[in-house]
Structures are given as structure tokens and as C-alpha cells.
């Protein structure tokens, strides 16, 4: 386990998932990533920008954290059986290398709430039905859980309350919608043969000071190996606190 030197992490999720903000975030920048191929070389362009086309053997790192390296899917839900294959083989064999530097050591499946009323599709079902990751923990990470607000006032506006009265309860609002979606994501994804081992909230990703530590602790809470949650906690950059409160843990 001290042999490995970065957390590598594979991102899941439909276009316009805010995946790349996520990143940055993790990692305290506003750059792009930069993209590395298999063997070191540095991609010119962010292929996976090019619609239809991506190559998930692709590793995206951030010069603000290099510890962290990413793999990024994007998005099979239109993609064919053999992107999705292939997906699923990459996992398969990222996730039972021998070569201790290669290995993925968490998936983060990223569901927007932009489009809520659909976010558990045949692409997720069939994902979490048909794709074992063995010991590689899932983390269903909601993304763009902001736009609920807009969602928030309709409900109230059909309650009958007017919005310069109601702004007390547009949070209240907005917090019952969350809660009741994120049961619905995990009583259908809860049925599937398997399920996500983790479930985290984001908000606020627009924002370069968003907070990202409920995702650190979510990722480090299901990894299986105490040695990959101190390599998480030591190269996460986010929180502070989580590097305190888990020192005092152990």
C-alpha cells in the first residue's frame, strides 16, 4: 500500500453532469485538466469534449493536486454495447491489476438534478445491474442539486403562497425535494444487483470556494483498506477537517 502514489479515481455520469467542475473542485482549480495517455504522453485536447468519442484509458490530473488522477467515461447512455463493454472491462481490469499504481480505487457516478425526473434511466439501471466492480467502491454523487430551487418556488407557488412571503420556506422547500428524490435514486438503485455503496449531495460546484468535503468523507468512509483512506485523506485538499477528524478516529 506505500508503494502507491496517487488516488485514481474513475467519473461517471451523462454529458453536462458537471463531472469537470466537480474536479476542479476537488483539486482547488479553475484549470482544465490536463490529459495523459497510457504511457505518459500529454493529449493535446480534452477528446471527451468531442461528442460521441472518448477513451477512458485517458488519465486527467490538475498541477494544483497531482495526487489525484482521474478517468473520465463520459457518459455511455447514448454510447453503444460496445462502449458500454468496454467501460465495464476497464473497471474489470483497472480494478484486479497487480500493478499497484494502475489499480482505480473509486467510482464517482454522477446524476444531475437538472433533469430529475429522470435520473435513474436504463444507462444507470443497467450500469449497477451488470457491472461488478468488486472490491472498487460506487459513490452515486447528485450533481447540480441548485437547480431544485427553481423547483421549490413552482411547489409553493402552486400551494398558493406568493414568493416575497415564502422565502422563509424556498430552503425548507428545496431540502424536502432533495430528500425525496435521493429516496427514490436509492430505493431503485437499492433493488439493482449492485447498488452504489455510497450516496453524497453536492452543491454550490459553481462556486470556486464550493465544499467538497461531504464527498471526501462519503469515498473514504466506503473504501475497504485503511491504507487507501489515509492516501484519500492525505491527498484531498478540501477539508481540513476531515484530515483532523480522521486522525483522531484512528
Same mark, same amino acid.
Not at 35 to 45: C, M, T, W
Not at 65 to 75: I, W
Not at 218 to 228: F, H, I, M, R, Y
Not at 231 to 243: D, G, H, K, R, V
Given at each position: ?39 505518459? $504522453? ?7 469534449? %468531442? ?37 465495464? $472491462? ?58 431544485? $430551487? ?16 415564502? %422565502? ?34 453536492? %452543491? ?47
Amino acid at each position: 500500500m506505500k508503494n502507491i502514489k496517487r488516488f485514481r479515481v474513475l467519473v461517471m455520469g451523462r454529458a453536462n453532469a458537471g463531472k469537470t467542475t466537480i474536479l476542479q473542485r476537488v483539486c482547488n482549480s479553475t484549470e482544465k485538466p490536463e490529459i495523459f495517455d497510457g504511457e505518459g $504522453n500529454k493529449v493535446r485536447s480534452y477528446e471527451c469534449s %468531442q461528442r460521441g468519442y472518448h477513451n477512458i484509458e485517458h488519465e486527467l490530473m490538475f498541477q494544483s493536486n497531482p495526487g489525484f488522477v482521474f478517468h473520465d467515461s463520459c457518459g455511455f447512455e447514448a454510447g453503444s454495447t460496445q462502449q458500454f463493454d468496454q467501460m465495464r $472491462n476497464f473497471v474489470v481490469d483497472r480494478g484486479a491489476t497487480t500493478k499497484v499504481n494502475e489499480c482505480i480505487h473509486a467510482i464517482w457516478f454522477c446524476i444531475p438534478m437538472t433533469d430529475y425526473h429522470r435520473t435513474v434511466t436504463a444507462a444507470e439501471q443497467k450500469f449497477f445491474n451488470e457491472c461488478d466492480t468488486g472490491h472498487v467502491p460506487v459513490i452515486l454523487v447528485l450533481t447540480k442539486v441548485d437547480t431544485l $430551487n427553481l423547483d421549490a418556488i413552482g411547489e409553493l407557488e402552486d400551494e398558493g403562497w406568493k414568493i416575497e412571503e415564502a %422565502q422563509g420556506k424556498i430552503a425548507e422547500k428545496e431540502r424536502e425535494l432533495l430528500e425525496k428524490w435521493l429516496g427514490y435514486i436509492k430505493h431503485r438503485l437499492g433493488r439493482c444487483k449492485f447498488p452504489p455503496r455510497g450516496y453524497v449531495s453536492l %452543491q454550490k460546484m459553481h462556486q470556486e470556494s464550493a465544499d467538497c468535503s461531504a464527498l471526501m468523507q462519503c469515498t473514504a468512509n466506503v473504501l475497504n483498506e485503511e491504507g487507501l483512506q489515509r492516501l484519500l485523506i492525505s491527498t484531498q485538499q478540501s477539508s481540513i477537517a476531515l484530515c483532523i477528524q480522521y486522525a483522531v478516529q484512528k
